[in-house]
């Protein structure tokens, strides 16, 4: 069953600013099947995060189509920032809590969620009192207490030591795993999308089209292994030449167009 | 406790500061007031004889008592007004551009002005007395607010929309906490200007209120009232700002570090 379709036409930023207008998305087609988890990565600028604008309905100005399939009724879909956009004069518990359309038992959902991301003993924490890392934890927390069809990711774990992007990563396949839902995943970082991804989408520099469309296959064990990720990200044409990246400085909007570091 | 004992200290040296200062003044003005002619400056204990008689014979209380309500009710006027108008310049560029000019004006137009052409047209009675306290404060409401409205983080916004908040929802969680600080100032700021405006509209006026008390004693050169009441006034709004607004302001700002 296919949970998303997206068939984006064309999208132009116009000219201001200083800068010309600008093409940042052509041609841009592909489907998502319900409960895959697929990452898309490309070079930074290529209109990644301006894909899940539109996606989102953040952006309505384009040409193209969007359709989603959320599944049951009452499963939704999710945006999950790039940062956390957690409510700072809201405790970690109020901004869950905030989500959850003041049903019955909302404080009680909030409140396992938190658990389950490891914030129990910061419930009552503001933002500003936590981590970068438990503030994505709480984000988490958030994105997934609306009970997500689709769940959108913005490179949601960038600018975190390895570590701590390690744990969130592994937290994010417990609560997919537990929650089954289709996540779009959108880095810059190739090795993470090998460790998540059921499937990656590499795109084009901008205007950004699909280069690739590649199935992982590894298993739980093997993404936990680095040389196994490596060993399937050198496997992979798609991987070596177009961009090496492995970590720049990640554009808001996708409009500082400039291209990835040879 | 030993950092308990520390925290105790500024609070504390703090209020001996603020005593021995104010008792300092007491004193200036008690070794003035022994070489002055009593009729120009009386002795603190003399106002503060004539403070008791006031608040015993309920004069000086019913008269302090219509002024806050004068201020609590032009206050209220002013701020949803002012912020109505504020915000939606804040938010929209053309409602700015047309009423930009106006503001400036008001901004300029001098509190007498106002308080005499409301008397003028409207007659010396309470609901020109207090639309000219409001037509007053409105603008500078109206100024902080716009700056509060043009100051909301466009990224706070988005995640309502992204995570299905209510309009009233994305109202009261997201919009109003960015607000409070403009909020916060604009009622600051409002208050020692209404004060201000309340007392010279009851002057020119009004027959009750400590402006209009104001007016009586000047005429019947009794200074020792004046000071009595100009001290009860003062009292009052010192005890309105420790005790409504910065618990207030403390509760807003409590997420903040």
């Known amino acids: ?262 | 406790m030993f950092f308990s004992a520390t925290a105790m200290n500024p609070t504390l040296s703090r209020a001996a500061w603020l005593g021995g200062s104010v008792f300092a003044l007491i004193l200036i003005w008690a070794i003035a007031a022994a070489f002055a002619d009593p009729r120009y400056l009386p002795s603190p204990l003399k106002v503060a004889s004539t403070m008791i008689a006031g608040v015993q014979n309920g004069e000086l209380l019913y008269h302090v008592g219509m002024t806050i309500a004068r201020v609590a009710v032009s206050f209220f006027i002013a701020m949803l007004i002012g912020s109505a108008i504020g915000i939606a310049m804040g938010r929209s560029p053309l409602f700015n551009q047309f009423f930009d000019s106006w503001l400036t004006l008001f901004l300029n137009l001098p509190a007498l002005v106002t308080i005499i052409l409301c008397y003028i047209w409207f007659g010396l009675n309470e609901p020109a007395a207090i639309a000219a306290v409001v037509l007053n404060k409105i603008p500078n409401v109206a100024v902080t607010m716009r700056e509060g409205a043009r100051a909301l983080s466009p990224d706070y916004s988005q995640m309502a929309q992204v995570y299905y908040l209510s309009r009233w929802k994305t109202f009261r969680h997201v919009t109003l906490p960015q607000l409070a600080p403009f909020f916060a100032a604009s009622t600051r700021s409002g208050l020692s200007l209404v004060w201000k405006i309340v007392l010279v509209v009851e002057l020119l006026g009004r027959s009750n209120g400590v402006g209009f008390q104001l007016q009586t004693y000047f005429q019947l050169f009794d200074v020792a009232n004046i000071l009595a009441y100009t001290i009860a006034f003062i009292t009052v709004v010192q005890l309105i700002e420790m005790f409504a607004l910065q618990p207030w302001e403390r509760s807003v700002n409590r997420w903040r570090q």
């Not at chain 1, 959850?100 to 396992?112: F, H, I, Q, S």
């Not at chain 1, 991301?117 to 958030?142: E, K, N, T, W």
């Not at chain 1, 970590?247 to 808001?252: F, N, R």
């Open chain 1, 1 to 262: 069953m296919i949970a998303l379709d997206v068939s984006i036409l064309r999208k132009t930023f116009p000219a201001g600013g200083g800068q010309a207008a600008y093409v940042a998305l052509q041609d841009l087609r592909f489907l998502v099947n319900k409960g895959q988890f697929v990452c898309v990565v490309g070079p930074s600028g290529t209109g990644k995060t301006t894909m899940l604008n539109i996606i989102a309905g953040l952006d309505t100005d384009f040409d193209g189509v969007i359709r989603t399939n959320l599944g049951e009724d009452g499963r939704r879909l999710v945006y999950m920032f790039q940062l956390p956009r957690l409510l700072p004069w809201r405790t970690v518990l109020e901004n869950v809590e905030l989500v959850l359309d003041g049903e019955k038992g909302a404080r009680d959902v909030a409140l396992g969620l938190i658990n389950e991301v490891g914030l129990a003993d910061f419930a009552h924490a503001y933002p500003g009192q936590i981590s970068l890392g438990m503030q994505r934890r709480a984000a988490l927390a958030r994105a997934f207490a609306l009970n997500p069809g689709i769940l959108l990711m913005d490179e949601p774990f960038v600018s975190l030591d390895e570590n701590a992007a390690d744990g969130l990563r592994a937290l994010l396949i417990k609560l997919w795993r537990s929650r089954p839902t289709t996540v779009l995943f959108v880095t810059h970082d190739t090795r993470e999308a090998v460790k998540l991804a059921t499937r990656i989408l590499v795109f084009t520099p901008a205007p950004a089209k699909l280069a690739h469309d590649i199935p992982v296959t590894l298993s739980p064990l093997d993404r936990s292994d680095s040389q196994s990720v490596e060993a399937f990200r050198r496997s992979h044409p798609a991987f070596g030449g177009a961009f090496s990246v492995v970590s720049d400085t990640p554009s808001l909007n996708g409009r500082a167009a400039k291209s990835a570091a040879p």
